[in-house]
């Protein structure tokens, strides 16, 4: 069998996780197995988990260009929210093969952690993967809420509507303080 298009869904039976080398364990196979045109893209994909780590579900949340991927909030948290997850990990992968985070990977780490807080579904880890590692935020610590400096200057970056919708926010805030 030949497989020509991305693996979009999987669910697993009494799949576990403990650490980031597990999401590492699940998801490189998944990298492998995708077909060359899609591999060198970037994909971002969401990680259901029940309240003892049980995996739910494992999503392809979105597929990106060669070095970024256009994540909308409501994409990302609608399966895992439908799933009962308690907890959620993202994963994407760097098709270049770096394993460091950029600066937009980090303020995404952080805004997104901050929306599942807000939705009661945590974001336990961001992990980057390549065809022959991981870098887990969870692991360096790197979980935390950016300052909103930095938020809305990877907003800016990845999505220039969006750090509209930021910037309109925070000055209907000021206009009330």
Request: glycine share 4%.
């Amino acid at each position: 069998m030949k497989i020509d298009q991305p693996i979009t869904a999987i669910e697993t039976a009494n799949h576990y996780i403990r650490s980031a080398a597990d999401v590492f364990s699940l998801l490189q196979p998944v990298l492998l197995a995708t077909p060359y045109p899609h591999r060198n893209r970037e994909h971002v994909w969401t990680i259901s988990l029940d309240s003892a780590s049980k995996v739910l579900h494992i999503e392809l949340v979105t597929m990106g260009s060669v070095n970024r991927a256009i994540i909308e909030p409501m994409e990302l948290f609608s399966t895992p929210l439908q799933k009962r997850a308690v907890r959620l990990i993202i994963a994407h992968n760097h098709p270049g093969g770096l394993l460091r985070p950029s600066a937009a990977d980090r303020s995404m780490a952080g805004e997104l952690n901050r929306l599942g807080r807000e939705l009661k579904v945590p974001v336990i880890d961001h992990v980057i993967i390549t065809e022959d590692g991981y870098h887990s935020f969870a692991e360096q610590d790197q979980m935390t809420e950016l300052p909103r400096k930095e938020i809305m200057h990877a907003a800016m970056e990845m999505n220039s509507s969006s750090f509209r919708r930021i910037k309109r926010k925070r000055m209907v805030r000021r206009r009330f303080v």
